[in-house]
C-alpha cells in the first residue's frame, strides 16, 4: 500500500493529467493511495429496483427502472433548470437538472430505458430527483450486487465526472494490484479479529455482502483511529520521558496565605481534586500538559490560580493568556483583586497596552519581580522575555492552535508547565482523540448555591410578554442579555437588524441604559460597553456572541437570545452561561420562528430541558455531527479522516485506544520487525501535516 502513496493518478487508466488535477484540486486526491481511500458515503444497491408507485420516504437514495417521456427547460437566468418526466409504468416522477443540461440532451434520449439513482424529495405532492445518476439498463445488469457511491463536489459534475467514474477508476487500481499488503501489526490484527487490509479495501468499494462491507469499514475506521492514538500516545509518553520540567516541590507562603486567608469561599470537591492532580503533575520532573475540562460557571479561574501561586511559591513567573481582551481584563481584574492582600505583582498586557506600561512590564519580567503576566495574544509576542517563566494557563483552548502552544513553550530553556482550561464539554472519547496527548482532569461539579438557569422557547407573536417579563427583571435590580445571531459581521444586512434592534430595546426600555457591543465595533469602544454592563451602570446589553465566553456579571439573571434557531446547541449553551451566575434564579429565553425544522425544534426543545454540558455536547455531536467541535477539533489531530468519525465513532476511538496502549508496552519504539510497515504507514500518514510534525 505504502508504494501506491508515490503512484500519480494522471497515469490511472482513464484519468489523464487534465482530471487528475481536477481531483487534486477538488477532493485532495493526488496518488492511487489517496484514490483507493476516497471511500463511497452509500452504496447502490443493483438487486433492488424501487417502483415509483412505492416511493415513501426522503430518507434514502433509491434505484428506479424506466424511461423518459419528455423534457422541458424551466425557469429562466441563473435559475434556468431541465426537468424530465421519468415512468416507470406504476408512475411518474420529475428529474430536474440545474447545470450541465446541454451535455444531458445530448447524451440521454427518451424512449430508452435507464436505471436513475438518487435521493427522492417530495415538492407539494410530487415527487422529484435532482441530479441522479444515470446508466443505461444494459450497462446496470452487467454490474451485480453492490456499487459505492462517491463524494463529488459542485465543480466536478459541471465537468462531467461522476461518481461512476471514480468507482470505475478505483476499479481499474483494484484490479491492476494482486495484494495489499497488511500494514497493522499482527498482534492486533488477532487479538481484535480484524479484516485483513487487502479484503477491507476491496469490500469497501466493491461489497460482496452487508455484512463483509460493516466489517470492512469497520476495520478501516479502526485503522485510521488507531493510528492517532499511537501517535497521540508515542508523543505524551517521549514528552515524559525526555522532556525536562520544572519540579513544584513546595507549597510555600503565598499558596498557603491566600487558601487560608483570601478564599471568598470553600472550594468545590471537584475544584480540590483537580488542584492535588495539578500538584501532583508539576512534581514529577517533567513538563506537565494538562487540560482542564469543566462546564461554564464551575469554577476554573480559581484552580488556574491556584496553580499559579504554587509555580510562584517555588521561584518561577507565571502567565495566564484568554482568547480576548475582553476576558483577559477581566481575569486581571479578578485575579489582582484575589491576591492584593498577599502582595503579588499582577500585569495586564494586551495590544493596547500603552508603550510605557509595556515598557515596565518588559522590565519586570525581565528582573524577575513580575509574578503573574494576564494577557492576550500579545503575550506570545517576542519582545516579551521572562526571567524564569514555569507555568503559564491558557484560557479557552479552542481558540488557540497547536502552535501557539509550541511557542509558548520556547519561552524558556525547559519549557513551563502548561495548563489548558476548556468549557467546551466535548465527550470522553473525542478528548481522548483531540486531546490525545494531553492529561486531563474534569471539573465536574458547579459551586453550591446555584440555581439551574430556566430556559423557556418563546415564538416572535409572544414578543411582548417576553419583554414584560425582562421588565420586571430590571424593576428588581437585575441586568439583561439580548443576543443576536451576527454570524457574519460583515453582513451589512445582519449588521442592520443588529442595529434595529438596539434601537429598539432602547425605545422600549427608555428609563435604562442599554450597552451595545459587537465585533466591528474598535477594542476599546467594546471595553467600554462591556464595563458599563459589568459595573452595573447599564441594565441591558445588546450583543453578538462576542460576550460567549468568560464574562462574568453575576448580577444578570435574563438572557433573551434571538434567532435561537440559528444557533448550534454547544454555542447556546455558551451563551446560557453568562446568566446563573449568582445566587438568584435566571431565566433564558430562546426567541425563534414559530416554523422549525423538525431537528431544529429537537435542538431547542433540548435546550429547555437540559442544563448539563456534556449532555448538549453528546447530543450536538448526534444531531449534526461533530461540525464545529470538530472543524476546530480537526487542526488537534495528525492527520485528516477519511472514513472514521468522531462523533459516531466512539465505541471505535475506545477500543482503539486500548489496543495502543497494549502494541506500546510490548515495543515502545515500534522496531520490532513485525511492526515496521506500521512504523512507516504511521510516519507516512502523519508526514502530511508539516505544522504538526513542527511540535512534536
Ligand atoms: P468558569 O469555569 O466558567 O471559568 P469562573 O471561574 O468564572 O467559571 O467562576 C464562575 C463563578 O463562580 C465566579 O463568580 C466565581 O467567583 C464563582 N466560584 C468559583 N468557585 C466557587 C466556589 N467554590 N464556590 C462558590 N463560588 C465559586
Ligand atoms: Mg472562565
Known sequence: MNSLRHKEIQYVK???????????????????YD?????????????????????????????????????????????TRLVGVFTDGT?????????????????????????????????GSRWSMSHPEIDTAQKAFEDQGMRGVYP????????????RNIHEWVCTLLDSQQFFKETLPPMVMERYKLMPLDTAIREVHRPTSQASLQLARERLKF???????????????RRKGESQGFRFTRVGNFFNRFYNECLPFPLTDAQKRVVKEIRADVNTGHQMNRLVQGDVGSGKTLVAL????????????TCLMAPTEILATQHFETISQMVAPIGINVKLLTGSTRAKARKEIHEQLADGSLHILIGTHAVLEDPVKFANLGLAVIDEQHRFGVAQRARLWAKNTTPPHVLVMTATPIPRTLAMTVYGDLDVSVIDQLPPGRK??????????????????IGQQLREGRQAYIVYPLIDENDKLELRSLTEGYEDICETFRSYRVAFVHGRQKPAEKDHQMQLFASGQAQILVATTVIEVGVNVPNATTMVIENAERFGLSQLHQLRGRVGRGADRSFCILMSKRKLAKETRERLELMTQTTDGFVIAEADMKMRGPGDIEGTMQSGIPFELHIANLASD????????TAAEELLNLDPLLCRPENMAFASALRQSIKRSADWSKIS
Open 14 to 32: 482513464g484519468i489523464g493529467p487534465k482530471r487528475a488535477e481536477l481531483l487534486t484540486k477538488q477532493l485532495e486526491i493526488r496518488t492511487a
Open 35 to 79: 484514490l483507493l481511500h476516497h471511500f463511497p458515503t452509500s452504496y447502490v444497491d443493483r438487486t433492488t429496483i424501487y417502483r415509483i408507485r412505492d416511493i415513501a420516504s426522503e430518507e434514502a437514495a433509491i434505484q428506479l427502472y424506466g424511461k423518459f417521456v419528455g423534457f422541458s427547460i424551466a425557469g429562466e437566468g441563473a435559475k
Open 91 to 123: 408512475g411518474s416522477i420529475e428529474v430536474v437538472w440545474f447545470n450541465a443540461i446541454k451535455h444531458i440532451r445530448q447524451t440521454i434520449h427518451e424512449g430508452e430505458e435507464y436505471i436513475i439513482f438518487g435521493k427522492p424529495s417530495l415538492y
Open 152 to 163: 463529488l463536489t459542485e465543480t466536478l459534475r459541471n465537468r462531467y465526472i461522476t461518481s
Open 223 to 237: 485503522e485510521e483511529l488507531f493510528m492517532i492514538q499511537v501517535d497521540m500516545l508515542m508523543r505524551s509518553r
Open 306 to 317: 491556584m496553580a499559579l501561586l504554587l509555580a510562584i511559591d517555588n521561584g518561577y513567573q
Open 452 to 469: 439551574p438557569v430556566t430556559t423557556l422557547l418563546r415564538y416572535d407573536e409572544q414578543r411582548q410578554q417576553v419583554l414584560h417579563g
Open 650 to 657: 466512539g465505541p471505535i476511538i475506545q477500543i482503539a485506544r
